[in-house]
């Protein structure tokens, strides 16, 4: 299985920025895309940026940016010019084979952490 632990979340003003970490760990064969989600209270669920095994991003905010260290199966947001609608749980999804003759990826999802941007 996999465990992902998020950090990095908390309260900033607006403009400025903050730096998500997410760590998988557990046993498994490999970790395949992973990415991060967010949701506002009262929002669904959206995809903020993801990046696969090869390094090849889908980012959905403009203002942010992903990267991965495969070595380490960790994955980073980083979040700059952060405005008030940024504000939700961040939570770190990542897809993973757990052992190596499985057909599927599965996919694994982190408890979240929370960004608030406020004055």
């Known amino acids: 299985q996999v465990q992902l632990v998020e950090s990095g979340g908390g309260l900033v003003q607006p403009g400025g920025s903050l730096r998500l970490s997410c760590a998988a760990s557990?046993?498994?064969?490999?970790?395949?895309?992973m990415g991060w989600y967010r949701q506002a209270p009262g929002k669904e669920r959206e995809l903020v940026a993801q990046i696969t095994k090869a390094g090849v991003t889908d980012i959905a905010v403009g203002r942010f940016t992903i990267s991965r260290d495969n070595a380490k199966n960790t994955v980073d947001l980083q979040t700059n010019s952060l405005k008030p609608e940024d504000t939700a749980v961040y939570s770190c999804?990542?897809?993973?084979?757990?052992?190596?003759?499985?057909?599927?990826?599965?996919?694994?999802w982190g408890q979240g952490t929370q960004v608030t941007v406020s004055s």
């Open positions: 557990g046993t498994f064969f490999s970790i395949g895309t």
């Open positions: 999804r990542a897809s993973s084979r757990i052992k190596r003759n499985d057909r599927h990826e599965r996919e694994f």
